[in-house]
T-cell receptor, first 110, second 113 residues
């Protein structure tokens, strides 16, 4: 089983749509969770940390289910500029390294 | 906003040669990392560095690789005897505390011919 698993997509959605991405992780010792976005051939950029109670940042909402080892990201009112690959990232509590999923590609169209 | 900077942006090297990739982490950060991303694949952890020593490394980070903090600002990754399969984007990252998000530089694209 992959350490962090994501649907690679692509998800093609019209502007203004709501889209949701899911991610599962295998290491039950994972303590920190993040969503990063990556534009083509660019560096990963932190989108948001994911907290146990769920958290929201503008149009973005992240949820964590520790029992199911499942993380989600919801994007409301999609913009053309949201087109990117969304990376689910986890970190075990005692480790320093980040473990990345392969990413889910989002394409927002007119 | 402070950022991680990496040089060069693109490095082309003959197979078998040595390369040094350079990074300047965010100035008050204490933890430094190298990751790589082969084209079309996921980002993979190579090594973490804290207090002038390696704190964690992956299976990829074998004797071919080494890291160094030669002065108070630079953090380098050296790859000896480069192979074709070392071609990838190499990202440096840093954070101030272990549980804080890591901030990535814009990468060095390494092409081995």
């Amino acid at each position: 089983r992959k350490e962090v698993e994501q649907d690679p997509g692509p998800f093609n959605v019209p502007e203004g749509a709501t889209v949701a991405f899911n991610c599962t992780y295998s290491n039950s010792a994972s303590q920190s969770f993040f969503w990063y976005r990556q534009d083509c051939r660019k560096e990963p950029k932190l989108l948001m940390s994911v907290y146990s109670s769920g958290n929201e940042d503008g149009r973005f909402t992240a949820q964590l289910n520790r029992a199911s080892q499942y993380i989600s990201l919801l994007i409301r009112d999609s913009k053309l500029s949201d087109s990117a690959t969304y990376l689910c990232v986890v970190k075990a509590g005692t480790a320093s390294k980040l473990t990345f999923g392969t990413g889910t590609r989002l394409q927002v169209t007119l | 906003e402070p950022e991680v900077t990496q040089t060069p942006s693109h490095q082309v090297t003959q197979m078998g040669q040595e390369v040094i990739l350079r990074c300047v982490p965010i100035s008050n950060h204490l933890y430094f990392y190298w990751y790589r991303q082969i084209l079309g694949q996921k980002v993979e952890f190579l090594v973490s560095f804290y207090n002038n020593e390696i704190s964690e490394k992956s299976e990829i980070f074998d004797d071919q690789f080494s890291v160094e903090r030669p002065d108070g600002s630079n953090f380098t990754l050296k790859i000896r005897s480069t192979k074709l399969e070392d071609s990838a984007m190499y990202f440096c990252a840093s954070n101030g505390q272990l549980d804080q998000p890591q901030h990535f530089g814009d990468g060095t694209r390494l092409s081995i011919l």
